[in-house]
């Protein structure tokens, strides 16, 4: 699948957001979709972004620069932005990269707002 489409959970409850992506981010320049909406639901109020890769199996160098973009821009409005639905492959990317430090994980297949703000597990 050569397109990146992000869709953004029509649950929206207490700051708290569900950005589901899908698609082929590696193959795929319009990473910077991502960071776009991440910053247009944190201007908009939302605190916590859960960024949900249920639907993705691997990620290329653009995809992780927008995701740390995406998580300093979070923080710097005092929110979050934590991963959900994470493979393998994704896994071992932030970790070569050393992103993975950075990052919170939501259990997998939680990924409703409520759910998603109280399951957070530190990367390891």
Do not use: W
């Not at 605190?47 to 691997?58: G, K, L």
């Amino acid at each position: 699948m050569n397109s990146q489409r992000i869709h953004v959970s029509d649950r929206f409850q207490d700051g708290t957001v569900v950005v589901s992506v899908s698609g082929d981010p590696v193959a795929n320049p319009d990473a910077a979709n991502l960071r776009n909406k991440i910053t247009d639901l944190v201007d908009s109020g939302a605190r916590t972004v859960v960024v949900d890769f249920s639907h993705v199996n691997r990620v290329g160098a653009a995809m992780l620069g927008e995701l740390a973009t995406g998580l300093k821009t979070a923080r710097n409005a005092g929110g979050d932005l934590r991963l959900s639905g994470v493979s393998r492959r994704i896994r071992k990317a932030l970790e070569l990269t050393r992103l993975s430090r950075f990052f919170k994980y939501a259990d997998a297949g939680s990924c409703t707002t409520e759910i998603a703000a109280r399951n957070v597990k530190k990367v390891a």
